[in-house]
T-cell receptor
Framework: NAGVMQNPRHLVRRRGQEARLRCSPMKGHSHVYWYRQLPEEGLKFMVYLQKENIIDESGMPKERFSAEFPKEGPSILRIQQVVRGDSAAYFC????????????FGAGSRLTVL | QQQVKQSPQSLIVQKGGISIINCAYENTAFDYFPWYQQFPGKGPALLIAIRPDVSEKKEGRFTISFNKSAKQFSLHIMDSQPGDSATYFCAASMGNQFYFGTGTSLTVIP
């Protein structure tokens, strides 16, 4: 039973390029969350999605960042025109349908912006 | 606004000692309080969790103490080992909304 799968594990981009991070939730999980972790900092909530629906994007920066969770395929966190401050570890987590209170994290994608 | 406040930010404990990490929350609607453990380069992993209808939960060397009236909960690691050195996050949730503390970096000295 595969857990939450994230790829790529490491991504290097130059300033101005686009970064796409993918997350496949655990089998049976229909909710996906994205968190950002800066060095020596905690987990910052970014966005919470269900299939084809953004539930809460209150933690997403207003510009350059977007997320989707299509009917088929993984959830994608997209960062356009990356800047050095976007360098961080981005964690995806998934949970079963509403009310289950269970959050399982992936291993993270580490973005480095040169 | 930080929904869950966690302290200390870092903690150094001798091997065999007790590690204590504290968290506080404001929203009484929270109904689930998990603790996550994160090793360097890895994702956070669920360690132990408690619901507000009990005051304590123990799993091996790890114990959560929960004080509903004070809106506080804490993680106690008994007989701390060097392998426990990691970052610990407390969290509070209601339904599918999760709020994390800022994390505690624990170092257990041999």
């Amino acid at each position: 039973n595969a857990g939450v799968m994230q790829n790529p594990r490491h991504l290097v981009r130059r300033r101005g390029q686009e970064a796409r991070l993918r997350c496949s939730p655990m089998k049976g999980h229909s909710h996906v969350y994205w968190y950002r972790q800066l060095p020596e900092e905690g987990l910052k909530f970014m966005v919470y999605l269900q299939k084809e629906n953004i539930i809460d994007e209150s933690g997403m920066p207003k510009e350059r960042f977007s997320a989707e969770f299509p009917k088929e395929g993984p959830s994608i966190l997209r960062i356009q025109q990356v800047v050095r401050g976007d360098s961080a570890a981005y964690f995806c987590a998934s949970s079963p349908p509403a009310g289950a209170n269970v959050l399982t994290f992936g291993a993270g994608s580490r973005l480095t912006v040169l | 606004q930080q929904q869950v406040k966690q302290s200390p930010q870092s903690l150094i404990v001798q091997k065999g000692g007790i590690s204590i990490i504290n968290c506080a929350y404001e929203n009484t609607a929270f109904d689930y309080f998990p603790w996550y453990q994160q090793f360097p380069g890895k994702g956070p992993a669920l360690l132990i969790a408690i619901r507000p209808d009990v005051s304590e939960k123990k799993e091996g060397r790890f114990t959560i103490s929960f004080n509903k009236s004070a809106k506080q909960f804490s993680l106690h690691i008994m007989d701390s080992q060097p392998g426990d050195s990691a970052t610990y996050f407390c969290a509070a949730s209601m339904g599918n909304q999760f709020y994390f503390g800022t994390g505690t970096s624990l170092t257990v000295i041999p």
